[in-house]
Nanobody
Framework: QVQLVESGGGLVQAGGSLRISCAAS????????MGWYRQAPGKQRTLVAT???????NYANSVLGRFTISRDDAKNTVYFQMNSLKPEDTAVYYC?????????WGQGTQVTVSS
């Protein structure tokens, strides 16, 4: 059974840092790529970063140079280190395969950046 559990979100001031995690169970972690997505209030969910099984990464322009995606295959966990946070980074953050598998979204973790 596939399960994705995100954690580590919280409230942080602008310029601060957070690291969020996604623990995956089931076959989804063996997908060719995993990704972090986010959904801001009133907006659609968007892709923020991806990491392949080989460790290659890609980032949306809005987070390039500030955020780092990584994975620990021994723990079936994907991490997202977020530095220099901005108020516009406020969103619920989700992980999933890339492309995402519908129906496997977790509950997400809320990240709120105050100005």
């Amino acid at each position: 059974q596939v399960q994705l559990v995100e954690s580590g979100g919280g409230l942080v001031q602008a310029g601060g840092s957070l690291r969020i995690s996604c623990a995956a169970s089931g076959s989804i972690f063996r997908s060719p790529s995993m990704g972090w997505y986010r959904q801001a209030p009133g907006k659609q969910r968007t892709l923020v970063a991806t990491i392949t099984s080989g460790g290659s990464t890609n980032y949306a322009n809005s987070v390039l140079g500030r955020f780092t995606i990584s994975r620990d295959d021994a723990k079936n966990t994907v991490y997202f280190q977020m530095n220099s946070l901005k108020p516009e980074d406020t969103a619920v953050y989700y992980c999933n395969a890339y492309p995402p598998r519908p129906g496997y979204w977790g509950q997400g973790t809320q990240v709120t950046v105050s100005s």
